[in-house]
């Protein structure tokens, strides 16, 4: 697997302001969407969230943190899908709940 070609085992939804769902597969679109759209930009949880989302993008390793961050953000911003970041994740672990 190359560096930032990395994607999500189990996307994350998010429930925009405006009433729609949008999916999340890849640190890369995350990152973007936290820096150009985030309707908060500040808290811990945002900045924790950007941070692990850029490493993500330089290094495999980092991906499952900066998913379990993106979904922590999305949660204290309101944002987070019903029923998402609980139960199983596709290979049958657990998903990551921040």
């Given at each position: 697997?190359?560096?930032?070609?990395?994607?999500?085992?189990?996307?994350v939804?998010?429930?925009?302001?405006?009433?729609?769902?949008?999916?999340?597969?890849e640190?890369?679109?995350?990152?973007?969407?936290?820096?150009?759209?985030?309707?908060?930009?500040?808290?811990?949880?945002?900045?924790?969230?950007?941070?692990?989302?850029?490493?993500?993008?330089?290094?495999?390793?980092?991906?499952?943190v900066?998913r379990?961050?993106?979904?922590?953000?999305a949660?204290?911003a309101?944002?987070?899908?019903?029923?998402?970041?609980?139960?199983q994740?596709?290979?049958?672990?657990?998903?990551a709940?921040a």
């Amino acid at each position: 697997m190359t560096p930032g070609n990395s994607t999500w085992t189990d996307p994350v939804e998010l429930k925009l302001q405006s009433g729609l769902k949008r999916t999340f597969r890849e640190p890369y679109d995350a990152l973007y969407f936290l820096e150009e759209e985030w309707p908060t930009r500040s808290g811990v949880a945002f900045e924790r969230a950007k941070r692990w989302c850029r490493l993500a993008i330089e290094t495999d390793e980092a991906v499952f943190v900066a998913r379990k961050a993106f979904i922590a953000a999305a949660r204290q911003a309101g944002m987070l899908a019903d029923g998402d970041g609980t139960g199983q994740d596709s290979s049958g672990g657990q998903k990551a709940v921040a």
